[in-house]
């Protein structure tokens, strides 16, 4: 079986989120719990220095009714369909406040048909971690981290779905 786009993943995760009682959005890709918004951005790729400028803005648009409101996002998850590169994880690794604020998750072997999928998230959000709970016991995917060990010499973990 193909495993869904990157879209029909967070519809149905938003679908979790909704039922929780957490705030999302038919056509925004955010989850707001009490005061925070969780930000999810998915891309093939980025530039570094884009990446930089959107991480540094942490806008988020928020509809209401006829019209719109930016918040900051107090976290973003950033969802690839395509591997990031060294260069942009490395950008986030030596950021200490982007550590804190920014998830990163490489769905290619998920959109390509693998039960895996790889992260880097050291932020303490609540809707990022249902969200990885959502794909391991919803879409049965495997979790690894990403590693940074080429990166720092340390060994930072990738999450991969079998």
């Not at 959107?54 to 509809?63: G, Y």
């Not at 050291?122 to 995917?141: A, G, I, R, Y």
Request: include cysteine; glycine fraction near 4%; proline fraction near 4%.
């Amino acid at each position: 079986m193909k495993m869904p786009k990157v879209w029909e993943i967070l519809r149905k995760f938003k679908g979790k989120c909704e039922c929780r009682g957490w705030k999302t959005s038919e056509s925004e890709d955010w989850v707001g719990v009490g005061d925070e918004y969780h930000n999810f951005l998915w891309t093939r790729n980025i530039h570094p220095s884009s990446f930089k400028s959107i991480a540094s803005n942490r806008k988020c648009v928020i509809r209401e009714g006829s019209s719109y409101r930016v918040v900051e996002a107090s976290y973003t998850a950033w969802l690839f369909s395509e591997s990031p590169s060294e260069v942009f994880v490395k950008t986030i690794f030596e950021n200490p406040d982007f550590c804190k604020r920014i998830a990163l998750y490489d769905l290619s072997p998920l959109l390509e048909g693998k039960n895996l999928c790889f992260k880097f998230n050291h932020t303490d959000s609540l809707v990022f971690q249902e969200f990885e709970n959502f794909l391991k016991n919803e879409l049965n995917v495997k979790i690894k981290k990403i590693p940074t060990s080429q990166l720092t010499g340390e060994s930072v973990t990738v999450a991969e779905v079998a």
